[in-house]
């Protein structure tokens, strides 16, 4: 067994443990960050794949960003495990059904006689001077254009109806309004009053 | 030298490149301590004089051992876990705050060739290990069961987290200009141009072309680093000392050890992107590290003069000036600069 394939194992094991852990640990928050280390480690994986731009946007956009915000909103629940502990029997089936779903979709893609390594050809080795980067902008910018204008779009107008959503006009706010707070002059607030000393 | 590696590289046979790697991290981890050391020393030094105080002066000559001193009584301390924190995340929390600031040398060149990873997608690993420094603070707030550290850790993370956003924007205007991601390539892009070519080479930086961003990556490494004057974390007239209230001892130091590491992150990489790096800033003189040594050096020092200076921004006032003055303006210069690099007038081809 070579080196990358000890690598690959390691992470393996690695991601596989952290998913699970994912799934059973109690408490909310642990779990949380055990998806950060299924995020980080899958990243792992892909820079074994020479995917070293997805592997380090994974990372960026995932655990740089979205579980922060996730992390921060399950940290400041209050959340009462015996609570969530209750109802574990009545949705076991349906959450049963669609694991078993998703176990079928699995062996469907990785076991068929479709995708088997003999089907699908070894990619080229990269050459020397190759760039990840380079390369995905280059097929995003061309080939892809309209299908990524098109995500983008999509992006964009879920961004924009997720603030819509949570936008409220509130009455009885008081706002400051810091242009005016910068361009106070010391006389609009204080006032100097010659006055002789007096004696009691 | 390479006659000196030779026969240690024989002894070590297929290990070699594992030593060697080793051999060059620590290189880099050890001289980066002392630089930290010394820069809390220089920090107490600075703002002494600036306020007509000597600072320390007690211990060794000019107080030149008190960092030492300071070490040894944040080892000798004990390690306070309080009862109500969850033991394991309380230790891996300081752990985590550290450890990014020392990976993201991994990608810094300190000359042509002087670099751990010469990696090509360079700035971009620095961006993704940067947005993992957040997490440092957020788990040892939360950890810690208490509310004072958990409201700092709330304020630290939310103005990393916002920053972080600015400081991208003011990035991809760099990779445009030097159209590369590799941290080399962008320091060498910076030396061509007309300006170079008379032997005024600090012109041709990026710092004069993308000012404005250049002002934005610095007052963004500034917040991002939490240091003042965006230090409300630890805002002693709101709350008391943020997220790292409940620690003491060695764990304390960590996090105090990367505090100052990432400021001399931000600040060699501020050096890096848009002061040309190692490059010297006129024709006669040469090339070397120790130009990177002193632009390191001066915005360091920049670090703990405004840290002199300026009084505390209000938290809201932060706020607002990531969300709806940084990001705005960054994203329409991403804009600028896009086009200007396409049109006849670009001074990059």
């Known amino acids: 067994m070579d080196f990358q394939s000890v690598i690959f194992y390691f992470f393996s094991t690695v991601l596989v443990l952290a998913s699970l852990a994912v799934i059973t640990s109690k ?22 794949l020479h995917a070293e731009f997805l592997a380090i946007a994974l990372v960026m956009v995932y655990v740089g960003a979205v579980m922060v915000l996730f992390l921060f909103v399950v940290m400041m629940l209050d959340i009462n495990i015996e609570r969530i502990r209750q109802g574990f029997w009545s949705y076991l089936p349906v959450g049963a059904l669609i694991g078993v779903l998703m176990v079928i979709e699995m062996v469907m893609v990785l076991g068929g006689r479709n995708f088997g390594l003999e089907e699908m050809p070894h990619p080229a080795e990269v050459q020397q001077g190759y760039s990840n980067t380079k ?20 992006l964009l107008v879920a961004m924009v109806a997720a603030v819509a959503l949570t936008l409220r006009k509130r009455k009885n706010v008081r706002k400051i309004d810091p242009a005016e707070q910068i361009s106070v002059k010391r006389d609009d607030r204080v006032r100097i009053v010659s006055m002789r000393s007096e004696k009691d | 030298m390479e006659a000196y590696i030779e026969p240690v590289a024989m002894f070590f046979g ?3 490149p594992l030593v060697w ?30 306020q007509v105080r000597i600072g320390p002066n007690r211990v060794g000559p000019m107080g030149l051992l008190q960092p030492i001193a300071d070490g040894v009584k944040l080892l000798l301390k004990e390690v306070i876990i309080p009862s109500g924190a969850n033991k394991g995340l309380f230790i891996i929390g300081p752990v985590l705050a550290l450890g990014p600031a020392l990976a993201a040398w991994a990608v810094v060149p300190f000359n042509e060739g002087w670099v751990v990873g010469n990696v090509d997608a360079g700035l971009l690993f620095l961006l993704a290990v940067t947005s993992i420094e957040v997490y440092g603070v957020i788990i040892a707030a939360w950890a810690s069961n208490s509310k004072y550290a958990f409201l700092g850790g709330m304020r630290a993370a939310a103005q990393m987290v916002s920053y972080e956003i600015a400081m991208g924007f003011a990035l991809v205007c760099v990779l445009m200009t030097s159209s590369s991601l590799n941290l080399t390539d962008i320091v060498m892009s910076q030396g061509k141009g007309q300006a170079a070519d008379m ?12 000012f404005p961003m250049f002002i934005v990556y610095l007052i963004s490494g500034i917040a991002e680093t939490n ?3 965006f230090d409300v974390v630890e805002g002693e007239s709101e709350i008391v000392a943020g997220h790292m209230v409940e620690y003491s001892g060695m764990a304390f130091a960590l996090f105090f050890l990367g505090e100052y590491a990432n400021m001399i992150l931000v600040s060699a990489l501020t050096s890096i992107l848009f002061l040309g790096g190692w490059l010297s800033p006129v024709g006669f003189l040469g090339d070397g590290f120790f130009w990177l040594a002193i632009k390191t050096a001066f915005i360091l020092f920049l670090f703990l003069w405004f840290r002199a200076t300026f009084p505390r921004f209000r ?6 000036l990531g969300w709806k003055v940084f990001i705005p303006l ?17 001074i990059w081809k």
């Open chain 1, 27 to 48: 408490n909310p928050v642990h779990a949380a960050l055990f998806l950060v280390l299924a995020f980080f480690t899958a990243g792992g994986i892909w820079m074994l």
């Open chain 1, 135 to 154: 390369e995905l902008g280059r097929l995003l910018y061309t080939d892809y254009v309209y299908p990524f204008e098109l995500a983008s779009i999509v």
């Open chain 2, 14 to 16: 297929e290990a070699w």
């Open chain 2, 21 to 50: 790697s080793l051999l060059k991290i620590v290189g880099i981890v050890a001289p980066l301590f002392l630089c930290v050391a010394y820069l809390t020393l220089a920090e107490r030094k600075v703002i002494g004089y600036m």
């Open chain 2, 199 to 210: 032997g005024l080479g600090f012109l041709s930086w990026n710092w004069l072309p993308l």
């Open chain 2, 227 to 229: 240091r003042a004057p």
């Open chain 2, 315 to 320: 938290y809201d006032h932060i706020m607002r």
């Open chain 2, 330 to 346: 960054t994203l329409f210069w991403v804009v600028v600069v896009a086009v200007w690099v396409m049109s006849p007038l670009s």
